[in-house]
């Protein structure tokens, strides 16, 4: 069978020799006036076109295409993709598989995060120890410890000029190879920023104040706050050591903010910025990306037809299953194998929120981080109970979710009771994050 007729066969299309792939490609430059190079990879075409002027499109203008047949080049690509309109540039990889490709909405990440750094570290020094073997080093966030204002927290942010220059730096120092002031540090993607659309944020009258002293009081928040003019903030909620200031009218929020942000309260100097919203609705469907569904119901933990065979294997039944088969979500199941702490080794204390989704097992777990990220104050949970006509003691716990930026308020409970405590508040966690 000849080459042609095995594509064919296979569903891969044409196969086109390194001569023909090579004219095609220069009767597209010549078509667009587009320049075409090749770098660590990939091949770039454009980027700027032909007659740009002024700066490149803003993050938020570019999409990730996936699974893109490996006999496809971009003579035809660049057709295609200009229906949608004017290209700025195309970075196309030569290692994808010949199915149906897939597209969404690039996340133009450029920034990293430093964990375990050695807390006695500046900003500084942490600034200029990632620009000795980084480039495109652009900022570092640091963040003092909350009891003691002369430590970091043992992380740090690092900003790069460029979502390019963010995943190379991503990629030289993640095999371990580098070690600044002889500790091993962990690199990964920060968590994309929130963003709020401009006109909802034009609505906003509360600041978001951190790098507070934990000794510092909510009506000492207040006095200092309401001290440029009297009378204008209706309220202060502080966690630990930052703060949500709530103002009557937006623009004594916007005034107090210019005249607040660097100031000191209790000794810290303080940043203040405007709170963001969050929206709820959306919030933890996002946080799974998306993962809700249908025809996604295994991935929260909602019983499935291997249940049965999950418990005839001796493995533990889901609470699902165990609290008389209704169909509750829960947190995708996590890794729980043990492992021996052999002398000498070492352990570094962490946060709980420094950690990932996949480290928690419990909705009650998950609760509070998912809480924690979107700057809501802690799940609140309120026991009530009955009495079936066995004479059980049947529970259930109503949850309240404060959303601290927009003072909002909702609380959630179950339609079923539960005989433990555990399993009760289990389920009340599982029903609140289905409903976020």
Known sequence: MHEENKAAANGCGKIRSGAQNGAALLALMEKTGY??????????????????EGPPPPRGCEVFVGKIPRDMYEDELVPVFER??????????????????????????????????????????????MKKV???????????NATDKTKNRGFAFVEYESHRAA??????????????????????????????DEETMQRVKVLYVRNLMISTTEDKIKAEFNKFKPGVVERVK???DYAFVHFFHREDAVAAMSIMNGKCIDGASIEVTLAKPVNKESSWKQHFNGQISPSSENVLGFPNKEDGAQKSLGKP???????????SP??????????????GIKLTPISMYSLKLSHFSSAVMHLDYFCHKNSWAPP???????????GKILLVYKVLISSIADDSQSYFMPEKLCTTVEDAKELAAQFTLLHL
Not at 103 to 126: H, Q, T, Y
Not at 134 to 144: A, R, W
Not at 170 to 191: K, S
Not at 380 to 390: K, W
């Open 134 to 144: 980084t480039e495109g080093v652009v900022d570092v966030i640091v963040y003092p």
């Open 380 to 390: 609140e949970y309120c026991l009530y109970s009955t009495t079936s006509q066995d």
């Open 238 to 240: 502080k966690l630990r």
């Open 35 to 52: 320049s075409m190079v090749q770098q660590n990879g990939q091949r770039k075409f454009g980027g700027p076109p032909p007659g740009w």
């Open 84 to 129: 949608a309109g004017k290209i700025y540039e195309l970075r196309l990889m030569m290692e994808f598989s010949g199915k149906f490709i897939g597209v969404c909405v690039s996340l133009d990440n450029c920034r990293l995060f430093i964990g375990a750094i050695p807390k006695d570290k500046k900003k500084e020094e942490i600034l200029n120890e």
């Open 167 to 196: 995943a190379m730096a991503r990629r030289r120092l993640i095999p371990g190879t580098f070690q600044p002031w002889g500790h091993t540090i962990q690199v990964d993607w920060a968590d994309p920023e929130k963003v709020v």
């Open 317 to 327: 039944a889901s609470l699902a299953v165990r609290l008389n088969g209704q169909h």
């Open 330 to 343: 829960g947190p995708p199941e996590a890794e729980r194998s043990t492992y021996p702490i052999f002398p």
